[in-house]
């Protein structure tokens, strides 16, 4: 199993490296396994990961084997401990999303409005997490909060925007995460090119009672 997950994270890694949707060594990977994690090494290449060369850690944190792991690591560690669905987190500094932090999000707790059906079904609401440094572990703080609070609310999130620096995703596996991604990261180009209206209430309403969407 772990073999294939090594092999699942470099494929989903070059396929978003060739369609642009990460570039140069920004951006990173994990999954959760039974004993730990598997994460992308430090200033890796998502477009050339090298299956033998991730980083496993173990569930107390500790680097067992691979090169040296993400610096995003305990962001990473939070979401899995405030989420027991997500079994892989997807970080990249997609353009779009960049972009839209330093234009102007739609809002603090909503940083895109609900504008096509897929964005509302497949990912739904994502917050704006105030900048901090690259690596600072008080994010993962910060993000741990606005997931137990989403929840609390009846509107489970996938997904968080870290402002200038970028998303962070996350689902039950390398596949489901990066179709997340690529939907969010496709909204805010929409978004930055038309600046359409949102979907009405009573469309909204369509797709809660026909999908089951959280919006």
């Known amino acids: 199993m772990t073999s294939a997950l090594r092999e699942e994270i470099c494929r989903v890694g070059a396929s978003l490296f060739a369609r642009g949707y990460v570039h140069a060594t920004a951006g990173n990977i994990s999954v959760r396994t039974d004993d730990g994690y598997l994460i992308t090494p430090t200033d890796a290449c998502l477009g050339n990961l090298d299956p033998a060369r991730l ?6 944190g500790e680097q067992v084997s691979g090169d040296r792991a993400s610096k995003t690591l305990t962001l990473h560690r939070n979401i899995y401990g405030s989420d027991p669905d997500a079994r892989c987190v997807i970080h990249t500094h ?3 999303l960049v972009a ?7 809002s603090q707790d909503d940083i895109l409005p609900p504008l096509t059906p897929y964005y509302v079904m497949k990912v739904g609401h994502v917050p704006l997490i105030p900048y901090h440094r690259p690596g600072d572990p008080a994010v993962g703080t910060l993000v741990a909060a606005r997931i137990s ?18 998303p962070n995703v996350w689902h039950t596996s390398p596949a489901n995460a990066s179709a997340v991604l690529e939907e ?27 999908f089951g969407a959280h919006w």
Not at 100 to 106: D, E, H, I, K, R
Request: glycine content about 4%.
């Open 184 to 210: 969010l990261e496709e909204t805010a180009r929409l978004y930055l090119l038309a600046r359409p209206q949102a979907l009405s209430e009573e469309q909204l309403e369509e797709l809660r009672t026909h």
């Open 100 to 106: 839209l932090t330093l234009s102007g999000v739609w």
């Open 94 to 96: 997609s353009t779009h």
């Open 55 to 60: 980083a496993f850690v173990n569930a107390a």
């Open 149 to 166: 609070a989403m929840r609390n609310k009846g509107m489970p999130i996938r997904a968080v925007m870290l402002d200038r620096l970028g």
